[in-house]
């Protein structure tokens, strides 16, 4: 499991209210990533970071914003959840492997937005 | 606008029957190529990767890969499928700095026993 956690594993929670996602990490690995999971879609990047207080915007990053005070804790808030978050949430760190990156992914979680 | 593109959404077999997953990408010049698998409420799990070299790759569970540049394509190939290979299969290409990745759609595979 590359050592990737990610609470709440499920949640639910009501249009409107903030949100805080956590993924964490046990292998101090520089590159850490969120993603939402939706049918039809597949995965699609939300935000990633590139090192302490560095992170930069995926293709879907409208509406979360996200933090990292620390090398093995990202972290990814709605400030104000809407129906279409809805989804599965996962966190993936990537690792040097060989010659090149590869990503490993947490557990997810499951939001449901009423 | 560049994608990843995975052929079947679904796709129903029977055991021992063979499997070919078709995967193709928009992105020009070097990419790393990858295929995951997420079986039923389970995390995405890495199959195989194409980084350089030999351009079939072989992964876990008796999967391959065959990277054809020419048709920016990446299939994903097993002989003999079995019941436990049912899952959803998704093909990735790693681009650009901070080794991101895009994520075609997704096929559903259902073996049947």
């Known amino acids: 499991d590359a050592g990737i956690t990610q609470s709440p594993r499920h949640k639910v929670t009501e249009t409107g209210t903030p949100v805080t996602l956590r993924c964490h990490q046990t292998?101090?690995?520089?590159?850490m990533y969120w993603y939402r999971q939706d049918p039809g879609h597949g995965l699609r990047l939300i935000h990633y970071s590139y090192g302490v207080k560095d992170t930069d915007k995926g293709e879907v990053s409208d509406g979360y914003s996200v933090s990292r005070s620390k090398t093995e804790d990202f972290l990814l808030t709605l400030e104000s959840a809407t129906s279409s978050q809805t989804s599965v949430y996962f966190c993936?760190?990537?690792?040097?492997?060989?010659?090149?990156?590869?990503?490993?992914f947490g557990p997810g979680t499951r939001l449901t937005v009423t | 606008a560049q994608s990843v593109s995975q052929h079947n959404h679904h796709v129903i077999l029977s055991e021992a029957a063979s499997l070919e997953l078709g995967c193709n990408y928009s992105?020009?010049?070097?990419?790393?190529l990858f295929w995951y698998v997420q079986y039923p409420g389970q995390h995405l799990q890495l199959l195989l990767k194409y980084f350089s070299g030999d351009p079939l790759v072989k992964g876990i569970k008796g999967f391959e890969a065959e990277f054809i540049k020419s048709k920016f394509s990446f299939n994903l190939r097993k002989p003999s499928v079995q019941w436990s290979d049912t899952a959803e299969y998704f093909c990735?290409?790693?681009?650009?700095?901070?080794?991101?990745?895009?994520f075609g759609a997704g096929t559903i595979l259902r073996v049947k026993s």
């Open positions: 992105y020009g010049g070097t990419v790393n």
């Open positions: 993936a760190i990537s690792v040097l492997a060989g010659e090149s990156y590869e990503q490993y």
């Open positions: 292998e101090n690995h520089r590159y």
């Open positions: 990735a290409v790693n681009r650009g700095y901070g080794n991101k990745l895009v």
